[in-house]
């Protein structure tokens, strides 16, 4: 479980230890990281701007990228008993044609797991045996010294400084500490110009099934966590500004068939009026690092869940940068950051941009144009889809710099 610290009981702990290491945002990088680092006998600062209580959030199928992070934490087993396996692959046309049907076994299995957990889950289980965080805090200041980085930290309502020799912002795909060390200009945003809500819907009979429709101006996805079913329903932000219900009525009518499922996963979203919206956009930086400052995650390379593979990235890349941080002392910290970017940029950008390229096949706005693209759809292999994805799990960097103890 986390647990409140402050920043300076978490600095006091860090006492002599060296490098002294701040990450910000205890999301999926950023409490991955701490925990990588905690593992190995370093003491990072965890800051938070969040209260305590989150909820669980939303669904995330996670790819095999994770295993070895998990593996070395410990926590394969928890990780196993905390999710689903996600077997089958199921896309469905607006007709309710299936359009392609695919083992997920197959495509991924020789790789590891494929498995279905609750965002708000997965944090759960990476804060096992304690996690100290200092919530509601943020840093609002980065100063570039000669041999340190000084952070000017709100903590509660309260400013004060403080002197690291790393500092990691994993604040997600809207990060602002990023824009304290990048200008503007350093990043690019892809936006999609659709958006949509997650809702829940009761577990049923395809446990290990993901579900899709891509309709035409309309998108909806079914993904089984334990114990419920996890619901994205999109559209263009034209006709999603109608609201949910009204929305959900509109892919009704988009749609020629819609499944028993699929309508009670609609039902559902029209009676949550207060669903959280999500923007279906991403951004990207010219520069993962700058010195002692770096960017991880969604921060670094935030992804469009069009491919599911954001978080799976953002726990690769927190073992990657653990692993070099662990081996570094207060002089080479810039270098192990750098190595870290050469690492695990390329990695992340390619599943970036497969996650663009699914975007553009399925987000289709007219009903001929999605005809079109359900025929090429229907007529492409597993391996359009997971192809590039399968290719970075081949290559994976199976480096173990420093063993956990
Ligand atoms: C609807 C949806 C479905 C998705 N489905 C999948 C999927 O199936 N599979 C998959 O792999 N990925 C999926 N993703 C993508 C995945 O969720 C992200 O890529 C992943 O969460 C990135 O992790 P992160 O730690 O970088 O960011 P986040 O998990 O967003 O964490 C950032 C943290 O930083 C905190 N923070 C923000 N600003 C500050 C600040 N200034 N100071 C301190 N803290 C701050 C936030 O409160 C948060 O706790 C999905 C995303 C969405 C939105």
């Known amino acids: 479980m986390f647990v409140p610290t402050s920043v300076t009981a978490q600095l006091a702990a860090t006492g002599q230890h060296e490098p002294r290491v701040l990450i910000v945002g205890a999301g999926v990088a950023g409490l991955t990281l ?34 070895p992070v998990l593996d070395d934490l410990g926590l394969e087993r928890h990780y196993l008993e905390q999710s689903v396996a996600v077997r089958q692959y199921r896309l469905c046309a607006s007709t309710g044609a299936v359009l392609r049907s695919f083992s997920v076994d197959t495509a991924l299995g020789e790789f590891g797991h494929y498995r279905g957990i609750e965002r708000g889950r997965l944090l759960e289980l990476l804060t096992t045996g304690g996690a100290p965080v200092a919530f509601r805090t943020a840093p609002n200041a980065v100063e570039r010294t000669g041999g340190t980085v000084r952070v000017c930290l709100t903590e509660n309502e309260t400013e004060f400084r403080a002197d690291f020799d790393a500092v990691i912002a994993a604040d997600g795909v809207h990060s602002t500490t990023r824009g304290l060390v990048l200008g503007a200009e350093r990043v690019e945003t892809h936006d999609t110009g659709w958006g949509g809500w997650v809702t829940w819907g009761e577990p049923d009979e395809w446990l290990d ?14 993904y089984p ?7 994205f329903t999109g559209g263009p932000r034209t006709d999603t500004t109608r609201g949910p219900a009204a929305f959900a009525q509109l892919v009704r009518d988009r749609l020629r068939t819609v499944e028993p499922r699929f309508s009670r996963a609609l039902t559902a979203l029209a009676d949550t009026p207060e669903s959280h919206y999500w923007s279906l956009s991403d951004v990207r930086c010219a520069d993962w690092t700058v010195g002692r400052f770096a960017l991880l995650g969604d921060a670094a390379a935030g992804f469009l869940p069009t491919a599911g593979v954001g978080a799976a990235m953002a726990v690769e890349s927190a073992g990657a940068l653990a692993r070099r941080l662990a081996s570094a002392d207060r002089s080479t910290v810039p270098r192990a950051l750098l190595d870290y970017e050469r690492a695990q940029r390329p990695r992340v950008e390619s599943a970036q941009r497969n ?39 081949a290559q994976r960097d199976h480096d173990r710099a420093v063993p956990v103890s």
Not at 225 to 231: A, E, F, I, N
Not at 374 to 393: C, H, N, Q, S, Y
């Open 34 to 67: 701490a925990q990588s680092l905690r593992a190995r006998g370093m003491h990072p600062v965890l800051v938070e701007r969040a209260e305590q209580r989150q909820d669980s959030g939303y669904m995330l199928g996670l790819m095999p990228f994770v295993d």
């Open 355 to 393: 996650s663009r390229q699914l975007a553009a096949l399925m987000l289709w706005r007219g009903r001929l144009s999605s005809r079109v693209r359900d025929f090429a759809t229907a007529l492409a292999g597993v391996d359009t889809a997971l192809g590039p994805i399968r290719k970075l799990l």
């Open 225 to 231: 966590v334990p114990g419920r079913t996890g619901v």
């Open 209 to 222: 099934t993901y579900q899709e429709i891509w309709g035409p101006g309309c998108f909806v996805g079914l």
